[in-house]
Nanobody, 122 residues
Framework: QVQLAESGGGSVQVGGSLKLSCAAA????????MGWFRQSPGKEREPAAN????????WYAASVKGRFTISQDAAKNTVYLQMDNLKPEDTATYYC???????????????WGQGTLVTVSS
């Protein structure tokens, strides 16, 4: 079984919206946190957003705060990333992640999704 199944990537115009979905296998979903990293060709892989299930808290990178919203549907073992007011700088491959730590450090990520490309055209 695929551990993290991502969908929702694609191409949009500046100012447009996309919603990414990440359906997790049950044994993967039952961890401390899940989130989304992203990586542009000329940049390091960086966290964009995450959600800590027991604490009920979310975190956003400054570059996406106010535009992106992470949420979950526990009944479906699914995490979402709603992306609004997209900018060219948001163009990247987005990776769903899960781990037992903070979902902030790529070195500690235990499960990676396959990645889905988001392209924002000027």
């Amino acid at each position: 079984q695929v551990q993290l199944a991502e969908s929702g990537g694609g191409s949009v115009q500046v100012g447009g919206s996309l919603k990414l979905s990440c359906a997790a296998a049950p044994d993967v979903y039952n961890r401390k946190c899940m989130g989304w990293f992203r990586q542009s060709p000329g940049k390091e892989r960086e966290p964009a957003a995450n959600i800590h299930f027991s604490e009920g808290t979310t975190w956003y990178a400054a570059s996406v705060k106010g535009r992106f919203t992470i949420s979950q549907d526990a009944a479906k073992n699914t995490v979402y990333l709603q992306m609004d007011n997209l900018k060219p700088e948001d163009t990247a491959t987005y990776y769903c992640v899960a781990d037992s730590y903070q979902c902030l450090n790529h070195r500690y990520v235990e499960v990676w999704g396959q990645g889905t490309l988001v392209t924002v055209s000027s």
